[in-house]
Structures are given as C-alpha cells and as structure tokens.
C-alpha cells in the first residue's frame, strides 16, 4: 500500500535523525490521516519533548487520543490549547466534539463557531448540524450521513465509525466537503490583518462600514444606504480576505456563497435557496454577504437552457435590491475575476454600483502576506522586505507557493542531514524565483476589455495598474 511504503521510508528516515522534527511531525500526521491511532500517539508523545509547546503537535495528540476513545486524556490537553491565542482551529473543533459528546452542546457550538472563525476550511456541515448550528438549506436533501441514529439525544455516539473517519479528515484538513449549507462566520481578522490595501479601505469605510454606523446621517444628506460592492481583480489578490476582513472591522456576521455551488448544488432549487441565504443574513444583522464567483451567474444565463438561469439571476437581483425586504444592516460583497462577463442589470443604481479594483499586493501587502504566511513556522531573521521586492505581480496565492516550494526543498535536506534547519531569506528569494507569477495573465485578458470595451470608464483602474 502507497500509504505504508511513505510510512516505513518516513521511519527509515528517522532512524538516520532520531531529532529531525519535521520528519516526526510529518510522521505522527500521516499515521493519524490513515486512522492509526495508537502509532500516531506514539509519534506525537515523540516528538513533543522536542517542540513541547507546538500546538499543532498537542492538537496531533489530543486527536490520537480522541480517535482512540481516550477521551478524558484529549479534553485536558485540548482545555489547555484553546486557553492559547495561537489555538489552532482543530483544537477548537476537537473540543467541539468533546462538548458535545458530553452533553453541553451550546459551548460546543460556540467552539465549532471558533474554529471556523479561525479556519474556514474545516467547516463540517455534518457537525454543525448536530449542533444546531443552522444550515441555510437544511432541507434540501435528507441528510443521509445523519448518523445520530440512537435516538437519546446524547451524542454519546460521537466518536463512531464514521466520526473516526471525520477525525482523520478533520486533521487532513479537507473535512466539510462544499454543500449549500452555510455558517454565520465571525470573522477574527479585521483590517489590521490585511496588508497595504488602503485605498480599498478607505472606500470600504466610506462606502459601507459608516453608512452602517451613521444611517441618519446618510440618509439627511439623501445618500442611499445598502446596495452592494463588486470587487473584481486577479484571482488569489485578496478579495475573500478583504470581504472576510471588512467583516471582522465591523463586528458582523460573515456569510460566504460560493455562486457556482449554488448552481451545482440547488438546481431546481435555487431560487428558494438564494432567498433563504438573503434572510439568513437579514436575521443576522450587521452581516456581511459575500458572493465569491459572482461572473457564474451571468454566465448562467446564457448557458442554461430555459429558464433557469434567467430566473436564478432575477432573484439575486431583486434580492439586492431589496425589493420583498429590506436589506438594512446587510452588507453586500460580490468578487469575480472576471466582471466583464456580468450583466449590465447588476451595476444599476443600488445593486452593484460600486466596483472597485482588488489589483495584485503592492510592496506592503507582500511583505505583510508573507508575514502571515510564515508565522509559526520555523524561520530565522527573514527580511520579508526584501522577499517582497522579489516578488512583483505575484498575488497571495502565488506567495503561497513561493512558501511551499521553500519549505519542501528544506525538509529534503533537512532529510538528508539529519538536522531541521530554519529557513532563510535565502531559501525563500531562491523559491521565488521559481514561481512564476500568475497575475500577468489575467492582466493579458482584462487589457483588452479596459481598451476596447471600457464603458463609462469602468475599467480605468485596470488602465492605471498597467501604466504603473
Ligand atoms: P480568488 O479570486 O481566487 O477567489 P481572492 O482574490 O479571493 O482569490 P484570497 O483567497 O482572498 O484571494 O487571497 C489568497 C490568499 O492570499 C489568502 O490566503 C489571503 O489570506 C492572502 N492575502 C491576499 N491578499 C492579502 C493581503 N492584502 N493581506 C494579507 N493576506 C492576503
């Protein structure tokens, strides 16, 4: 099996390096993916006398626990790790788990809410279903891995069969696979979280965070509350983050849709769904509303035969206008990469009539997405500034990369020496110049659009960027 030959090559490897950290942690990780617990723990408890304060490592052996039913022994290490600002989001949603297994599922709410909130990516709708965290579309399919099957209502039966299986996907990271549920997230990022940026900022603020804090004012003046902004740019440049962020700065709710699950997934549906999301976040106020993919439904229309499309994208529109409901404390954020492909209908006065450009990290936002990167990570002195003027047009995915490129090249050697090594700016400037970055592309397309079809001037930022 693929699985047991990385496995005995990871322990030949360590029998060479006996304190190589990587390797033991890489080890204990993938030992607990393929559900073998009681390997895994011995890894973990390996490796921590070398890290002994590495959360992810305690979180590793809380897990090996868990999944062992050693559940006494996972809640103390994991009652200690969330008392941690660097708590990592499978601690929180470990002690999710745990709370709910004992009986007290409203804290056990408010830690998967935690974890989320740090981590989007492991979102389980079927967890949060068992917590009552409220999904938006709970009955749009019988939910067939609702295994809450003995009926007494005490969640004893967490750790079963299949929750093991939830477990190692929870610690591989892709558990929550997309569905049209969705959380009300509350986003611990705010502004400070997001490198340069400070035009977009300071539009943002003006545009929505003070017509929310001053509605009276606004509306003395005859400005128009709500509507929504459109954010479009490079993919990878930040606009989740940004939207995500704005959340943050405000206090509010956080409900993210992706527009092409929800055409994948609420076929037939969709309209009803598209509504529910709207009053989701109407109940939830101050709520920010992010449409990732917008372009999709405009592509929708003309790709779907029938009606379909036509109508999905109707009831969007009349969902932000806010014609059934007021939309009052509902901020509406749309991204796409590609907004030459929306409807004219959306930039109407009071939809999406403010469009801004999210261009690639400037200087400062590099420097401060490569911070973020790297936090916790063993480095040594990086001089980010200087990785940041190496890195020209490459967006926060591409940076990304850059890390892991890095980081792989370092466990290689670190494999063959035997010593864990921190990385450098050298490592890092080395692996920068090995990704290429992938902005240049999408500037390639947009350059036609802001000459040849540039109505109104609505592409003069793109313009701008180029004549940098
Ligand atoms: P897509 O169009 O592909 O959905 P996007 O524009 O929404 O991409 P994000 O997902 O927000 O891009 O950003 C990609 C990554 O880069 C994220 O991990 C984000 O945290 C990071 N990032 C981007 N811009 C910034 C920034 N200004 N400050 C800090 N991190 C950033």
Known sequence: ???????????????????????????????????????????FRAALPLAPNDPELQAGLALAFAQQ????????????????????????????????????????????????????????????????VRPVVSDLEDDEDDDDDDGDGDGIELFDEDDDALVREVWAGN????????????????????GGMEGLKEEIRIKIIHPLAHPDLYRAYGKPIGGGILLYGPPGCGKTHLARATAG??????????????????????????????????????????????????????????????????????????????????????????????DAAFRRPGRFDRILFVPPPDLAARAAILRVLCRGKPVQDIDFDHIARKTDGFSGADLKAVLDVAIERKLREAMKAGVPKPLTTKDLASAASNVKPSTREWFATARNYALYSNQGGLYDEILKHLKR
């Open 249 to 342: 700065e405000i206090h509010a709710g956080f409900l993210a849709v992706g527009i092409n699950d929800v055409l994948d997934m609420w076929m037939g549906n969709s309209e009803r769904n598209l509504h529910e999301v709207f009053d989701q976040a109407r109940r939830n106020t101050p709520c920010v509303l992010f449409f990732d993919e917008v372009d999709a439904l405009a592509a929708s229309r003309s790709d779907l035969k029938g009606g379909a499309g036509r109508q999905v994208v109707n009831q969007f529109l009349a969902e932000t206008d806010g014609v059934q409901d007021r939309n009052d404390g509902v901020l509406i954020l749309a991204a796409t990469n590609a907004p030459w492909h929306l």
């Open 69 to 132: 039913g050693k559940y006494p022994l996972a809640l103390v290490i994991v009652e200690g790790l969330i008392q941690r600002p660097d708590a990592p989001a499978r601690a929180w949603l470990l002690s999710a788990r745990l709370l709910l297994r004992s009986g007290n599922q409203v804290e056990a709410a408010d830690h998967y809410r935690q974890a989320v909130a740090i981590d989007p990516e492991v979102a389980d709708a079927n967890l949060a279903d068992r917590l009552g």
């Open 175 to 194: 558990a929550g696979a997309p569905g049209p549920e969705i959380d009300v997230e509350r986003p611990a990022l705010n502004f400070k979280d997001v």
């Open 1 to 43: 099996m693929a699985g047991d030959d990385a496995i005995r090559a990871l322990r030949d490897a360590l029998r060479l390096s006996p304190e190589n950290l990587p390797l033991r942690r890489h080890l204990a990780s993938s030992l607990l993916g393929l559900g073998r617990a009681e390997d895994a723990e011995a890894e």
